[in-house]
Nanobody
Framework: QVQLVESGGGLVQAGGSLRLSCAVS????????MGWFRQAPGKEREFVAA????????DYGDSVKDRSTISRDNAKNTVYLHMNSLKPEDTAVYYC???????????????????WGQGTQVTVSS
């Protein structure tokens, strides 16, 4: 079993930045591509960013790609999401997820991810 625990969310002013962390326990962390998704009230789950198993390839959703960086530290079993120039529309619950299948490129499809964290709330005030 794999457990994912997100942290780092909170209330941020527009224009600010934050770093989310996701600590993973259980089976080998480096066996998983990792992704971040978000979901705002009344909206569908949205792809934010993903990274391959060794961190060599990343991918970003269109709404965040110029403002975000995903990274991972396999020695610490942790994946990070750094976002800057935050906007009120970034307000959502942010989830990290683990994908055991993707190898060449990280997936943007939430259905490809097997394990999910409970999420962390990010609220951006205007």
């Amino acid at each position: 079993q794999v457990q994912l625990v997100e942290s780092g969310g909170g209330l941020v002013q527009a224009g600010g930045s934050l770093r989310l962390s996701c600590a993973v326990s259980g089976r080998s962390f480096s066996s998983y591509a990792m992704g971040w998704f978000r979901q705002a009230p009344g909206k569908e789950r949205e792809f934010v960013a993903a990274v391959t198993r060794r961190g060599g390839i990343t991918d970003y959703g269109d709404s965040v790609k110029d403002r975000s960086t995903i990274s991972r530290d396999n020695a610490k079993n942790t994946v990070y999401l750094h976002m800057n120039s935050l906007k009120p529309e970034d307000t959502a619950v942010y989830y990290c997820a683990a994908d055991s299948k993707s190898t060449v490129r990280p997936s943007y499809r939430y259905t490809d991810y097997t394990y999910w964290g409970q999420g962390t709330q990010v609220t951006v005030s205007s």
